[in-house]
């Protein structure tokens, strides 16, 4: 099993950027796609990228194509999230998760259809 632990979240301004981390321990994280997603106050969680095992392919969701963009470093078990132009609805609680089919990441709906989460980072942007 891995086990995953998202850093760098914060308070940011409109406009302002932020990078997100995901360090997986454990099962490396190279055997397994990675997704973001977020969970803005009030609301379900949402999808926001993911990105195959070997980095070569990503797709985002609407609301994050063109000002973010997700990575990953297997040599160092961490994926990233590059979040740029960030505007107050973007404010939300960030997860990532480890998932082994890339192109059923986007539907994850449920916690036990990824095979880990990490615990989250707070992400608040003001206006």
């Known amino acids: 099993q891995v086990q995953l632990v998202e850093s760098g979240g914060g308070l940011v301004q409109a406009g302002g950027s932020l990078r997100l981390s995901c360090a997986a321990s454990g099962r490396t994280s190279s055997r397994y796609a990675m997704g973001w997603f977020r969970q803005p106050p009030g609301k379900g969680r949402e999808f926001v990228a993911a990105?195959?095992?070997?980095?070569?392919?990503?797709y985002y969701a609407d609301s994050a194509k063109g000002r973010f963009t997700i990575s990953r470093d297997n040599a160092n078990n961490t994926v990233y999230l590059q979040m740029n132009t960030l505007k107050p609805e973007d404010t939300a609680v960030y997860y990532c998760?480890?998932?082994?089919?890339?192109?059923?990441?986007?539907?994850?709906?449920?916690?036990?259809?990824?095979?880990?989460w990490g615990q989250g980072t707070q992400v608040t942007v003001s206006s």
């Open positions: 998760a480890a998932a082994s089919d890339f192109w059923s990441i986007a539907n994850i709906r449920r916690l036990n259809e990824a095979d880990a």
């Open positions: 990105i195959n095992r070997s980095g070569g392919s990503v």
